[in-house]
């Protein structure tokens, strides 16, 4: 063939086709009217055929290579797929949270019950034998605990170290959280661990809490942020254990294709969990363990209950 002449004949066509895309990328199709987008796509279909032909015809390969680039660049445009924007992707995690969670559901029934065996446990154990106590709590924690049974709290406006108690408990609970999640792709035996020591520690102090007489105070006072960070870690450890669930019984996948099938309501199961945990730090920090009367507790602590059951069970996108 004659590719000079080829070129000389296709060349305008070929710039005219340059000239719109390059105004389909800076405006998204806006700066271009009804006519301007049919001459598009017809030069599309044209430029298509000129590459064929000239691949065909064994044409000079820089201009083989010249029309593929442009053709590439131009599939990339009018194909690429459509950009989320912000409200698009918090409608998507509204809805899509909830609706992972009910889907899930006998995973984060099995979390919980991991944590309560953990917390049943040494808490009948202390019952039936206090001493049995000093051998359970470990040095670390038995400040914190004599704190909690000498039932001293914060006056409402000692505020000094709250915003940096927020951020720490944030922080300490997002990383318990992800560990629980993170590590069950290790066939969900770390985030069992996990689930059943943090049970442990809650069964260890209510038994103590019980023999001092103020189990009541220890349920009164977690209730607020409880209700959250609770939350949070037994839907995190359902998302760990979906993982482990998956590499222990794969099926017909591989590991890692089972992985990646329950990967989206395992991430949109975290993400909500987090921010669980980011409300929970500020009521720990602002309101928990501060000397504000009994029954305003349990009153914000059942209203976060009702407010996150009804959430999980009743927030569902209507069909379209």
């Known amino acids: 063939m ?7 004949r296709r060349q305008p066509r070929w710039e005219r086709f340059e000239q719109l895309l390059d105004a389909l990328q800076w405006s998204g199709g806006k700066g271009l009217d009804r006519a301007a987008l049919d001459e598009l796509g017809r030069l599309y279909r044209q ?10 015809q064994g044409a000079d390969a820089r201009v083989v290579e010249y029309l593929n680039a442009l053709m590439g ?6 194909y ?15 809805y899509g949270f909830p609706a992972a969670v009910r889907r899930r559901a006998g995973y984060v029934w099995t979390a ?24 359970l709590v470990s040095p670390q924690w038995r400040p914190v605990f004599e704190q909690w049974k000498s039932g001293v709290q914060r006056q409402p406006g000692e505020t000094g170290m709250a915003s940096i108690m927020s951020s720490f408990y944030f ?27 943090n049970g442990f520690l809650l069964g260890t102090l209510a038994g103590e809490m019980y023999h001092v007489g103020k189990l009541g105070f220890l349920l009164v006072s977690i209730y607020p942020h409880g209700v959250p960070e609770l939350g949070a870690v037994f839907l995190c450890g359902g998302a760990g254990l979906m993982l482990g669930r998956a590499m222990i019984a794969p099926g017909d996948f591989t590991r890692s294709e089972a992985v990646r099938q329950v990967a989206p309501d395992a991430f949109l199961i975290l993400a909500g969990s987090l921010m669980l945990i980011l409300i929970a730090a500020f009521t720990e920090a602002f309101f928990s363990f501060y000397a504000f009367p009994s029954w305003t507790k ?7 209950l009702v407010a996150l059951l009804g959430y999980l069970l009743g927030v569902r996108e209507a069909e379209r």
Request: charged content about 15%; hydrophobic content about 60%.
């Open 171 to 197: 922080v300490n609970n997002s990383r318990v959280a992800m560990l629980a999640f993170g590590l069950g792709v290790f066939w969900g035996i770390p985030t069992v661990y996990l689930l059943m020591t």
């Open 298 to 304: 349990f009153l914000w602590g059942t209203v976060a």
């Open 73 to 78: 660049r131009a599939h990339g445009l009018l």
């Open 80 to 94: 690429r797929a459509r950009r989320g924007s912000m409200r698009s992707a918090l409608r998507h995690f509204w």
């Open 112 to 135: 919980i019950a991991l944590t309560l065996l953990g917390a049943l446990i040494p808490f009948l154990m202390i019952v039936a034998n206090p001493a049995v106590a000093d051998a």
């Open 47 to 56: 430029t298509a055929a000129d590459l064929a032909y000239a691949r065909q």
């Open 2 to 8: 004659n590719v000079r002449r080829f070129v000389e």
